[in-house]
């Protein structure tokens, strides 16, 4: 009893402490000086803006704060926090995905003021990179993002393996060709199947890594890369939402089947729920002999102690039958429209677009969208993955942006895991209720998809 | 020696309560009826401001078309729209027999394990209540923390569970996934939940068996019954309100489960242990459909407070009996 | 319920036999130490390195380093073995450590911030719940209030709803109200959770108090005040505590509203500790390391509290 005493009243005076803390001592220790929050994803590339961001510090005096979250939160969290009108972040690079509903309900600000005032042109970025991180609508000239990491899917694969004799002289035999990153879907199925289970220094290894994550984005991001090489689109070009027999096309049937074959072909057993971060383990640990990921992790790969250097190798995503893509990925940085320190994030912004800056954003393993820097001769030698990059921002296409991205993004993620990992049906009947999903979430949109 | 009492009753043991139309005798300082107001209603005013208020705008939002990832668009009432919607939605009644299934699973292994564990801990065995403290630790944890921890444990090439299992069965440890196979998935969901929550049941339990009298026993001695016969004529019967309390407590629990699974397998693979909690979340804060989502969540409050007050029913019966 | 627990104390006659005994004990140990595996090797993964920590197949025995313990507190970053070399010698044990792996230090890392919002919000909702449940539960005791059982049994029911559900209106007016992402949001939501408990287990406790001690100190010229502060708590100390430590459970390990409702400020060590990573995914022995850490100060209660944790996990339901 006397214990329970004791710690009753212990309890209660550390609660009430807290309790009067809590209520009245406000948020974390205020800024003393300037100060600008950025929020984006936990990645390299991510390192090197902290890096960058030094540089900026030191002109301006604002002290930079950095909010990273995880990949596979990274959605959730940060529209979560748009949405809740919170003040977490001044400076938000933002998927490229986002700019339609981040423009429809006004939570960045519009650049165009800015970028008249400070002579910042858009003209200056690759285009891709403009259409897909910036605009809302798309093509128009209204922007909301000024383009800060361009970024696509690509391939690395294991050059010491690919380039040794005994392997070499076996895909021969048994392909009749010679064995070479592949240039096709086709090829890149018959690489797989030739390493699946091959046993390359006293360990079993697997024929390639894929996107299979269900959570967030993972699977769509994966998918869609043989999807738009077998002819699938989303919607008809030339009427917009009009999907029926276009995303669901027995064409684009054919290249969810791919998907699944080569997953079950060629992944690594329990690869049921893997995105980047799972890649990457695969291939440092030595187990894939080929790997998907964003070309965002390259840098770092090619500088890893293990598999990089000469033993890497990058390819382009390969074509399909009906066309060569790849998924874009990347964003675009902008401000917050709920924050408080608009114009020195605007600052940022501003000193971010500078040409050194965004050369030197190069060189410490930021991908910058600038003309200046990837269009300079000297470019593609600049980086191993250089001229695969460059190739790759030439073909990207993109997911949905529309303000409604979120749901269809959900349900997409929900039909392709389905149909790829569970099993569930076939890869036509996932596309069509794929087909059903989207038509009712834009009709909720408010648009018109009625005329199938 | 414990006794179970039920919500509703517990309330109207009234006996002996200073009425307040009764004239107070010579208390000094506030009236009693004033002091019973003051005390009340701060409770009062938090519940209302926090729950009540709150639910009954949830109830509006239900008959709107309200999408928070879209608030430019007008706001519309739609009627019943979102509840025929979700009620004539095939994949919203598989995502109620998935969390279904998992309730079942999960609380039948816990009881019958919970109860194991009750009957051999009554035991009194040396250090008995050193064990018992053991035991308890799983369910003092943070599920969310312990369904991600469980994904390194479950993961099969590094992870120490499908070693453990090879050790014990021969088979090769990375030749399956526990949170990546359909058939798996779903048993690996209820493995962890009765890995946690069994302690849980098992205490209920031993307060059920330490309310046995011992009398009944030496009776039942005296007459030269089995042990056997014991077990299903004195302690089962006896223990069985403090099952169904065990059952009920667990069943809500485990029907409201988000954190573990939606951090141990975030619903796959496919949707195989999406549980409606997990398609809850991502209707109302992924997809943003708060309209949608006020309704999902309308009818799974009905749900669950119809079956409860239904099975909070029978547990009286069974009681009176 | 008097006759009931005037027979708490009567010791079983009905002995188990030695041999049966024996064999309880040896599987009831047996499950405990099954059930201890998953925790032993969360703490040992704390002592892990990282690439240990993930080694195929998974190590039993390593060589234990603070490594993860150390990550979990700093933010670091990787410098070039040049860059290294240049640096004045290590001052510090951690410097050691992590300058092995080429990196250095560039500042604390987030973990302490969220383990004091757990602190302020954990507490500080226990005890508002506590304190609030108390006062409303002495009034439904001991006063006769209209429609008491309807507002008991509501107060109750606001428990059943999945959280996720609570939190679709709660986001929405915490965003007009501006408590988004605030400490007092986070402490009035989770007092609002923990008063329906508070108020239902202590009613039980205060009901057991005989009201003749307070009558006659009514009698004696004490205000009512002062017959409750002066006798009515004394004697409720117990089931107190025994509410407040159910309180701060729910409280201390909730992740739903915490996920949902916040994101810096007043985010707390739930929503948290999965996402520690460190470079190359997530950091296996600093989430280890704070999830030790996190689970010490619950467990520390629990244990010191036991014997009254049957009734809180209960609901008051069952009475010892």
């Known amino acids: 009893m006397r214990r329970l005493k004791w710690l009753g009243s212990a309890a209660t005076s550390v609660a009430l402490g807290a309790a009067v803390l809590g209520m009245f001592g406000g948020g974390e220790a205020a800024a003393q000086g300037k100060q600008l929050t950025l929020c984006w994803a936990a990645w390299d590339p991510a390192n090197a803006l902290v890096e960058l961001g030094k540089d900026f510090t030191k002109q301006s005096g604002i002290e930079m704060k950095y909010e990273f979250v995880p990949w596979t939160s990274y959605a959730d969290r940060f529209l979560n926090e748009l949405n809740s009108h919170g003040k977490l972040c001044d400076l938000l690079i933002g998927d490229s995905q986002w700019i339609g509903g981040a423009a429809e309900n006004k939570w960045y600000v519009k650049l165009n003021d800015f970028f008249d005032k400070e002579h910042i042109s858009m003209d200056d970025f690759v285009p891709a990179t403009v259409v897909g991180y910036s605009e809302w609508p798309k093509n128009t000239p209204n922007y909301w993002a000024l383009p800060a990491m361009a970024d696509a899917v690509g391939w690395t694969y294991r050059k010491d393996w690919f380039s040794r004799p005994e392997i070499q002289s076996a895909f021969k035999a048994k392909y009749g060709r010679d064995l070479a990153p592949p240039k096709t879907y086709d090829e890149l199925k018959q690489v797989g199947e030739f390493f699946q289970g091959r046993e390359i220094d006293g360990k079993k290894v697997y024929g390639a890594y894929i996107f299979t994550e269900r959570g967030s984005e993972g699977i769509t991001m994966g998918v869609t890369n043989a999807l738009y090489n077998y002819g699938f689109s989303y919607d008809n070009p030339k009427k917009p939402y009009q999907m029926q027999g276009i995303v669901n096309s027995p064409e684009a049937a054919k290249g969810l089947e791919f998907y ?51 033993k890497i190798g990058f390819f382009v995503n390969p074509a399909g039958p009906k066309g060569h893509f790849t998924q ?51 470019f593609p030698k600049s980086a191993a993955f250089a001229p695969q990059f460059l190739e790759s921002m030439g073909i990207v296409k993109d997911f949905w942006a529309e303000p409604s991205y979120a749901q269809l993004l959900l349900d997409m993620q929900k039909r392709v895991h389905d149909y790829v990992v569970a099993d569930k049906g076939t890869s036509q009947q996932a596309l069509d209720l794929l087909v059903k999903d989207w038509t009712k979430v834009f009709k909720e949109q408010g648009k018109d998809v009625a005329s199938q | 020696m414990s006794t179970i009492i039920h919500p509703d009753h517990a309330a109207m043991t ?206 039942a001695e005296v007459d030269r019954a089995s042990a056997w016969r014991q077990f299903w004529s004195i302690t089962l019967p006896m223990t069985v309100p403090f099952l169904m309390l065990a059952v009920l407590f667990r069943a809500i629990e485990n029907f409201k489960m988000f954190d573990m699974v939606n951090l141990l397998t975030s ?27 006020s309704a999902l969540a309308i009818i799974l409050f009905v749900t669950v407070f119809g079956a409860a007050n239904i099975y909070v029913k029978a547990l009286n019966k069974v009681k009176q009996r | 319920m008097t006759a009931a627990a005037a027979k708490s104390t009567a010791h079983s006659i009905v002995e188990a036999s030695p041999r049966s005994r024996a064999v309880a004990g040896s599987l009831v140990i047996l499950y405990a130490v099954i059930t201890l595996l998953p925790m032993v090797w969360i703490v040992a993964t704390a002592f892990k390195s990282q690439s240990d920590a993930i080694a195929y197949p998974p190590k039993v025995l390593f060589e234990p380093t603070l490594e993860g313990y150390v990550n979990l507190f700093t933010v670091r970053t990787r410098q070039t073995a040049d860059f290294i070399a240049k640096l004045p010698p290590p001052s510090t044990w951690y410097d050691v450590i992590v300058r092995k792996h080429d990196m250095v230090i560039a500042g604390p890392s987030k973990v302490v911030p969220r383990f004091v919002n757990s602190l302020i919000i954990g507490f500080g909702s226990t005890f508002l719940a506590v304190f609030l449940g108390t006062l409303a539960a002495y009034a439904f005791s001991r006063f006769r209030i209209p429609l008491a059982d309807d507002l008991l049994f509501f107060i109750l029911s606001t ?131 704070a999830t030790t850490l996190f689970v010490v100060p619950i467990v520390l209660f629990t244990v010191l509290l036991r014997k009254h944790l049957l009734r809180g996990i209960t609901f008051g339901a069952v009475r010892k």
């Open chain 1, 260 to 310: 699944k074959e080569l997953y079950k072909c060629c992944t690594a057993p329990g690869m049921t729920n893997a995105y980047m971060q799972e890649g990457l383990d695969a291939f440092k640990s030595g187990q894939v002999a080929m790997q998907m990921n964003w070309f965002a992790f390259f840098p770092g790969l090619y500088k890893d102690p293990n598999v990089g250097g000469d």
């Open chain 1, 328 to 378: 874009l990925g990347g964003q675009g940085i902008s401000v917050v429209a709920t924050s408080e320190h608009k114009d020195d994030a605007l600052a940022y912004i501003k000193w971010f677009a500078q040409p050194t800056v965004q050369q030197r954003w190069w060189q410490l393993g930021g991908y910058s969208a600038l003309k200046a820097v990837v269009d300079a001769p000297d």
């Open chain 2, 14 to 219: 009234g006996a002996g309560e200073v009425a307040l139309s009764q004239p107070m005798k010579h208390v000094r300082g506030l009236s009693d009826r004033t002091i019973a107001w003051l005390f009340v209603a701060p409770t009062i005013a938090l519940l209302l401001a926090i729950n009540i208020f709150p639910l009954v705008w949830m109830i509006r939002l239900s008959f709107t078309n309200l999408n928070l990832s879209m608030s430019y668009l007008p706001l519309r009432f739609i009627g019943l729209d979102n509840f025929t919607d979700i009620l004539g939605d095939e994949d919203v009644w598989f995502r109620l027999q998935t969390t279904a299934r998992f309730v079942l699973w999960s609380v039948a292994l816990e009881m019958v394990i919970g109860f194991g564990l009750a009957l051999l801990i009554k035991r009194q065995f040396r250090g008995h209540s050193f064990w018992t403290t053991i035991i308890l630790l799983p369910m003092m944890l943070s599920p969310a923390v312990v369904g991600n921890f469980w994904t390194l444990l479950l993961q099969p090439q590094i992870g120490p569970f499908n070693h453990f299992i090879s050790l014990l069965t021969g088979v090769p440890a990375s030749s399956f996934s526990m949170t990546g196979e359909v058939v798996l998935a779903p048993w690996t969901i209820v493995l962890v939940d009765t890995w946690m929550w069994t302690p849980y049941v098992m205490l209920i339990c031993l307060a059920g068996l330490r309310s046995i009298p011992d009398y009944i026993y030496e009776a």
């Open chain 2, 267 to 293: 619903g796959g693979p496919g949707s195989t242990t999406e549980l409606v909690s997990i398609t809850l979340k991502r209707a109302a804060f992924e997809k943003w459909r708060t309209g949608y989502s």
């Open chain 3, 159 to 289: 428990r059943m709803m999945p959280p996720v559900a609570v939190a679709i209106p709660i986001y929405l007016m915490y965003r007009q109200l501006n408590l988004t992402d605030t400490r007092l949001g986070m402490i009035l939501l989770y007092t609002a959770v923990n008063v329906s408990l508070a108020v239902w287990l202590l009613k039980g406790f205060i009901d057991e108090i005989p009201r003749e001690y307070e009558e006659a100190a009514l009698v004696d010229g004490y205000t009512r005040l002062q017959a409750l502060r002066k006798v009515v708590l004394p004697q409720a100390v117990t089931g107190i505590a025994a509410t407040a430590i159910f309180c701060l459970i729910f409280s201390w390990n909730e992740y739903a509203f915490a996920v949902l409702l916040t994101s810096g400020e007043a985010q707390t060590m739930p929503p948290f500790i999965p996402f520690i990573i460190g470079e190359g995914g997530q950091d296996w022995p600093a989430v280890a390391a």
